[in-house]
């Protein structure tokens, strides 16, 4: 029982084209979250939803995408891709309170630009 | 605006020894604060948390980390390491939006 799943894990593209990860978490959780991790491991927040709005968008560029039909999902659309795109990107979820409370990662997608 | 650093990019330990990795936090209120680690090709995983409380908060895999507001610290230890234990470790700071550390690569040798 994966709680947070991505797919694929592995993507390997040419520059230019458009591809997109998807994301599913299964423990009922109202915000999820896409994290950009580079080569020297940085993670960085990209986008978080609850409840299917966006309440984060970081400094990203617009070829960036996410798209959020339900709680339980969050996808990640890249179009034109840059080589500066490879990195690992993963997706998480966490569940509602008023503290604050911990993010559930994916296994993360290696993404490599060509 | 908040910040996480983590000093040591590397540490090397021998199996059996004690652990300590470093994190200081730069955080205008109470901060929400975590310990992650990341094996190799995997996700991250939650060691412990610290909202309030207990200064010191036990995690799984016998961590431990004790938040020091005076030192804006929140280091990670373990009494006595496992080769399981080399990994990545992220300390990260934040209520929704989490802002990560650069991460310790700890390497254990036998």
């Known amino acids: 029982d994966t709680a947070v799943s991505q797919t694929p894990k592995y993507l390997v593209t040419q520059m230019g084209n458009d591809k997109s990860i998807k994301c599913e978490q299964n423990?009922?959780?109202?915000?999820m979250y896409w994290y950009k991790q580079d080569s020297k491991k940085f993670l960085k927040i990209m986008f978080s939803?609850?409840?299917?709005?966006?309440?984060i968008n970081e400094t990203v560029p617009n070829r960036f995408s996410p798209k959020s039909p339900d709680k339980a999902h969050l996808n990640l659309h890249i179009n034109s891709l840059e080589l500066g795109d490879s990195a690992v990107y993963f997706c998480?979820?966490?569940?509602?309170?008023?503290?604050?409370?911990?993010?559930?990662f994916g296994q993360g997608t290696r993404l490599t630009v060509v | 605006a908040q910040s996480v650093t983590q000093p040591d990019i590397h540490i090397t330990v021998s199996e059996g020894a004690s652990l300590e990795l470093r994190c200081n936090y730069s955080y205008g209120a109470t901060p929400y604060l975590f310990w992650y680690v990341q094996s190799p090709g995997q996700g991250l995983q939650l060691l412990l948390k610290y909202f309030s409380g207990d200064t010191l908060v036990q995690g799984i895999k016998g961590f431990e980390a004790e938040f020091k507001r005076s030192q804006s610290s929140f280091n990670l230890r373990k009494p006595s390491v496992h080769w399981s234990d080399a990994a990545e470790y992220f300390c990260?700071?934040?209520?929704?939006?989490?802002?990560f550390g650069i991460g310790t690569k700890l390497q254990v040798i036998p």
């Open positions: 423990l009922g959780h109202d915000t």
């Open positions: 998480a979820s966490s569940p509602p309170g008023a503290g604050g409370t911990e993010a559930f």
């Open positions: 939803y609850n409840n299917k709005e966006l309440i």
């Open positions: 990260a700071l934040g209520y929704q939006k989490v802002t």
